[in-house]
């Protein structure tokens, strides 16, 4: 007997389980928070991102300073290798100008550039960030009204104004009470007790039979 009430037991367990997973899957507030998580990892790794962008406009800026640098020292040591009349000097002088003035360019160029593209990476991950909150928001507003409407329906079971499942309405449990103590079915006072023994005599044996 035993053995077959626990089969029955978790039969029925595991069809309520996937019952319970199927349920869930189709819950908007379930949905809601596996999107949420989805949105919040999404937004961390764009601001990951975003702070690598911000350092590469720094590397970018420090890299432009040095240049800038080095280009003002080798005009300045070209005007000296001029006038002291040091052709080979000069010559590699005004070779290292144009390197690092083209540098310069460059580097102010991506800087710039860099600098727009931050900027709209940022605004746009302003946005995420919003968005992930109006979702939260959301999420709270779902969860009280799953709330309320599981509250009405618990109360409403207990005063009887919907079926009640499970759970006896105060209609029904003050009815019972009513009739507590009142006649029996004339069938059950005809019965013996001894008839009543017998009975569950039978009925013990044919549960030790199953549980054989």
Request: proline content about 2%.
């Amino acid at each position: 007997m035993n053995t077959l009430w626990n089969r029955i037991k978790y039969s029925v367990q595991a069809d309520l389980h996937d019952l319970l997973d199927k349920k869930e899957q189709h819950n908007p507030i379930t949905m809601l928070n596996e999107y949420i998580r989805a949105a919040e990892k999404q937004t961390d790794s764009t601001g990951r991102l975003l702070d690598r962008q911000a350092k590469l406009k720094a590397e970018l800026e420090k890299e432009r300073t040095e240049a800038a640098a080095m280009l003002e020292k080798r005009r300045d040591q070209l005007e000296l290798a001029e006038k002291a009349g040091e052709e080979d000097l000069a010559e590699f002088a005004r070779d290292e100008v144009r390197a690092y003035g083209t540098r310069v360019s460059e580097l102010e160029g991506s800087i710039l550039e860099t600098e727009n593209e931050l900027i709209a990476l940022e605004r746009k991950f302003e946005e995420m960030k919003h968005k992930v909150k109006d979702m939260k928001v959301r999420q709270l507003q779902l969860m009280g009204k799953e709330n309320a409407t599981r509250a009405h329906r618990r109360m409403d079971a207990v005063i009887g104004r919907e079926d009640s499942g499970p759970v006896a309405s105060y209609g029904e449990m003050r009815e019972y009470i009513e009739n507590l103590g009142g006649p029996k079915p004339q069938a059950e006072a005809d019965r013996s007790t001894m008839e009543r023994r017998l009975d569950a005599l039978t009925i013990i044996e044919e549960c030790e039979k199953e549980s054989v």
